[in-house]
DNA sequence: TTGAAAGCGCTAACAA
DNA sequence: TTGTTAGCGCTTTCAA
């Protein structure tokens, strides 16, 4: 009895093993009242059909996919790959299929969130774009765990994990001060995202705090890409001959990275001896040796952690909670580009 | 009339639009005939209930999900990330659903085919690690295409998309003599990926018919990781203080830039006059000032172009192809790690 | 163009 | 522990 071509149901299994379709069914769940003997039947009648449980059928009547979407704006950014693999593994680990998607950043995520909601997801992680109110209620209703990853939509129940992006601006901003920095460029990223917003708002609001006028901080549009960071420098600096400040925030490492080309590649800067330099996310790339990026470091471990521990895949039925947001702080990275203070 | 709590089915459309159930099917299927005012009252009706079909169910009796799975070996090498972005979009573009997998380099992707092939997906594309013969039998027998990125199975039937990695090792072998290198070091990668096989062999190959000495070809292991490369690099020039070659060679960019961080950084050597260096990929990265890596590049959108079209996710009853294997060429991008042969 | 009815492959009561 | 039976939400004949 030959595999046929096509298809091999559980009821091809049973005619097989010479039992029921649901004692098939049961051989292949975890913890199904089944006797040994009849299970091992079972499974050696499988192997030899190479019979493979179809999960959507299942999926049907269990009301659950085991699979989990994860819409992602953009992996140019190194640090969304990062947390895209913490995700995956994870999630891997706990038997969860990963339906990635992506999203152009700022563009809202309705269509790829209705997309995903037909594949009755059992679980959406968020690290991008708008999400509308009528997405999350649509979500809601339908009992579907969301969760924003680095990101909060103002004024909605939708919980999310995050790190403390203000606070980590003010580190950065203490971090130059203490180092010496009086006049700043803020390389600025996405202006739709609150990431972004964040951060730049706790090194500026700080900067004012500590008595910097304003003047002091001049503000660059980087797009949170490299190529963003790149450019941006090169027409302040370079095209516009504006005066090369004390340091440089990039409000993302791999604008702070493209910033760094841009002044020692083309400009002859040294760094930091002439100008120096802060990050935010501390990605692998930062640690290398053409960089060696003072930064703030972001936990991902941490983090892609708790948006799992949000997104409560154990308890399927549980009332989705309201709004819970988790705000995980960062801390400084000393290397090379902002000498440490010796007061430690 | 409320959207209940939890899922509002093609039933409650039909209830709220007058219809049977299978015209608010037909409403959603493109070319069904209906009449337009039909179509316009279910529409109306499923806004107001917020209705989304299920894939899932439709899946059922369609026997297509939509959905393709995507395995990849190692997010670690920027190559791959720029492989999953561009069958991303090139998939979400087609209204396919991506199931993202991740195997562990050089293991057996057999566990996470058999998950995958649980969720009945349309169809396979497999950048990493080992495929046995029994998998591409299931696979077959269930008529499920399975394209192999990069890679290939010898003596196996699979159909896949590479670059001419043989080709391409042979490429920067003539870019190096012609540089004037004459003694050189490899640095290899995935000691079980064909790809990595094939680039050192053409570079030996090539290197030994142009009658250098195999003494002169210092082989490395670098694991195909930036670490790996740093570390291989370090171990033989540093520690075990072997006379640095004329040029290296990375198999890849990502292992390339990390034996550079590790000569310039850790040994002071300048590129290329002290020692040439190429590489292979042309990841963006190698394109930024700290590297201006000389490489062959692969062609990505080309090759994942030709994965979907060997996916062939049009024809699904189509017979499944024996074994089409298309070898894509790579070609050298200059820049400055090698100099540039006048002579062009 | 429409609706009724029969499944798709599985799980989950319910009896036995 | 088992088998029987009734769905899960949809698509798809088949008649009307």
Redesign the interface.
């Given at each position: 009895m030959k595999?046929l071509?096509?298809?091999v149901t559980s009821l091809d299994v049973a005619a097989l093993a010479g039992v029921s379709q649901s004692a098939v069914s049961r051989a292949f769940t975890e913890g199904s009242s089944i006797s040994e003997a009849k299970r091992k039947a079972i499974l050696d009648a499988a192997l030899k059909l190479?019979y493979?449980?179809?999960?959507?059928?299942s999926?049907?009547t269990t009301r659950r996919?085991n699979?989990v979407a994860?819409i992602l704006g953009n992996?140019?950014n190194?640090f969304y790959?990062q947390v895209?693999?913490a995700l995956?593994?994870r999630l891997?680990a706990r038997?969860v299929?990963?339906?990635?998607?992506?999203v152009k950043n700022g563009s809202n995520s309705d269509d790829a969130l209705?997309?995903?909601?037909?594949?009755?997801v059992d679980g959406i992680i968020l690290t991008s774009a708008q999400l509308s109110t009528r997405m999350t209620?649509?979500c809601h209703?339908?009992?579907i765990p969301i969760v924003l990853f680095n990101r909060y939509i103002p004024g909605s129940s939708a919980s999310g994990v995050r790190c403390d992006n203000a606070a980590g601006g003010r580190l950065m901003a203490e971090a130059l001060l203490g180092a010496g920095a009086r006049s700043f460029a803020l390389l600025k990223g996405d202006p739709n995202g609150t990431t972004s917003q964040d951060r730049q708002r706790g090194f500026t609001d700080c900067l004012l705090e500590r008595g910097i006028p304003p003047v002091d901080i001049l503000e660059l549009e980087g797009q949170s890409t490299?190529d963003g960071g790149h450019a941006a420098t090169l027409r302040a600096f370079l095209d516009e001959r504006r005066p090369i400040p004390d340091a440089i925030f990039g409000i993302n490492d791999i604008m702070a990275?493209g910033a760094m080309?841009?002044l020692?590649?083309?400009m002859g800067v040294k760094i930091p001896a002439d100008l120096m330099v802060g990050g935010f996310d501390n990605i692998?790339?930062a640690d290398?040796?053409?960089?060696r990026l003072t930064t703030v470091r972001q936990p991902v471990d941490e983090m892609t952690e708790e948006a799992l521990n949000l997104l409560d895949l154990d308890n399927p039925g549980a009332a989705i909670q309201p709004g819970i947001d988790i705000k995980v702080p960062g801390r400084i990275v000393w290397r090379s580009t902002i000498p440490r203070p010796v007061d430690l």
């Open positions: 595999p071509s096509g298809r190479n493979v449980p179809n999960s959507i059928a999926s049907l996919t699979m994860v992996l140019d190194p790959v895209l693999k995956i593994t891997q038997g299929q990963i339906l990635t998607f992506t209705m997309r995903v909601l037909r594949y009755q209620g649509i209703d339908r009992g490299y990275m080309d841009a020692r590649g083309e692998d790339e290398r040796w053409p960089y």
